[in-house]
Structures are given as structure tokens and as C-alpha cells.
């Protein structure tokens, strides 16, 4: 949905404001992860660092594999995104033209995966807090990463745009 308004009546100056709501499928990468990356366990290498092709089978090199787990949640929300921008364009004299626009946008039930629902055995520090360090063991050493995936992720976005227009075609834009 979107409107433009003509608030003093000169065509110098127009506001225009727009709103939707979009929703996100649930694609076949979600289905086919759900399906093939369950019980009884699969095999994983984590590989560290940003190896080029085709290096990514040498940082893999004396890794040992690890039993994982990919979940799906079953009872998945619907993802969507609503989305809105509100502007106001005023020509100051004849070629040059001032914007200033607001445009926001949050996104609800998006899909995530959680790092690890196994965490690593913490060590207890002096004051009590607990630290996580590399390496450390896991709590069930049989099973490295459970990583489930559910649709409990939000997001959140605002933004502000400013512009000077002025002969033709020539722009500064912040």
C-alpha cells in the first residue's frame, strides 16, 4: 500500500508514505535439512578460518568427524516482514529538490538455528563466573552439536535518507 499527498497545493512539496507486509516461504533447504540431518547422528568437520577453494579439503585434514545433529522445529511459525517508508520531497527552486526520507522494517517468526543446544564443560573462574574455553570438552562427549532450527528470530531496521538534487541529474546524497 502506498499514498502521495500534496500538503500546501503547489506541486512543490509531496509526501508519500508505504506499507506492506511480506511473507517468507518455507523453503525446500529447511524441509531437506530436517530430513536428512537427524537421528541416528550424521558426521561433521568443522573447519575454522576462511580456507579458499580448493584448500577447504587440506583445513579438513586431520580433523576427526563428529556426531551432529540438524533439527527442524515442528511446530514452525509463519516468517514475514513488515516493511514501511515514509518521505518528503520539496523542490526549494526550480532543479533543485531536498529529500528526506524514514524507511523501517521488522521481521517476525524469521528462521534461525541455534550454535549448539550441547554446550561445553564451562571452568569455574575465581569469582564464579563461568568461562568457555576452545577446545573444551562437551557435556556429552558422544555428540558434538545439536543445532535445531525453529522460527524464534526477530529482526529490526531503521534508517534515515537525506538528498540534495540539483540541475540536471547531478546529486549529493548523506
Same mark, same amino acid.
Given at each position: ?6 500538503? !500546501? ?7 508519500? %508514505?508505504?506499507?506492506? /507486509?511480506?511473507?517468507?516461504? =518455507? ?14 547422528? +550424521?558426521?561433521?568437520?568443522?573447519? +575454522?578460518?576462511?580456507?579458499? @577453494?580448493?584448500?577447504? =579439503?587440506? %583445513?579438513? #585434514?586431520?580433523?576427526?568427524? $563428529? ?21 518528503? #520531497?520539496?523542490?526549494?527552486?526550480? *532543479?533543485?529538490? !531536498?529529500?528526506?526520507?524514514?524507511? *523501517? ?5 524469521? =528462521?534461525?538455528? @541455534? /550454535?549448539?543446544?550441547?554446550?561445553? !564443560? ?5 569469582? *564464579?563466573?563461568? +568461562? @568457555?574455553? #576452545? ?8 555428540? $558434538? ?7 524464534? @528470530? ?8 537525506? $538528498?540534495?538534487? &540539483?540541475?540536471?541529474? $547531478? &546529486? +549529493?546524497?548523506?
Amino acid at each position: 500500500m502506498s499514498a502521495a499527498w500534496d500538503p !500546501v497545493g503547489d506541486s512543490k512539496t509531496v509526501v508519500r %508514505a508505504g506499507a506492506g /507486509i511480506f511473507f517468507d516461504l =518455507l523453503g525446500r533447504r529447511e524441509l531437506t535439512i530436517a530430513g536428512v540431518r537427524t537421528l541416528p547422528l +550424521f558426521n561433521r568437520i568443522l573447519v +575454522f578460518g576462511r580456507p579458499g @577453494f580448493p584448500d577447504i =579439503l587440506r %583445513a579438513a #585434514e586431520g580433523r576427526n568427524p $563428529s556426531k551432529s545433529m540438524d533439527g527442524l522445529d515442528y511446530h514452525l511459525n509463519q516468517p514475514y516482514v513488515a516493511r514501511w517508508q515514509l518521505n518528503l #520531497e520539496c523542490e526549494l527552486k526550480r *532543479g533543485t529538490m !531536498v529529500r528526506a526520507g524514514y524507511s *523501517g522494517a521488522r521481521g517476525i517468526h524469521l =528462521l534461525g538455528q @541455534f /550454535i549448539s543446544a550441547i554446550p561445553p !564443560v564451562p571452568e569455574v573462574q575465581g569469582d *564464579g563466573r563461568l +568461562f @568457555f574455553p #576452545e577446545g573444551s570438552p562437551y557435556v556429552n562427549p558422544a555428540c $558434538s552439536r545439536i543445532g535445531p532450527r525453529c522460527s524464534q @528470530f526477530n529482526s529490526f531496521y531503521q534508517g534515515l535518507t537525506l $538528498s540534495i538534487q &540539483s540541475g540536471l541529474g $547531478s &546529486s +549529493f546524497n548523506l
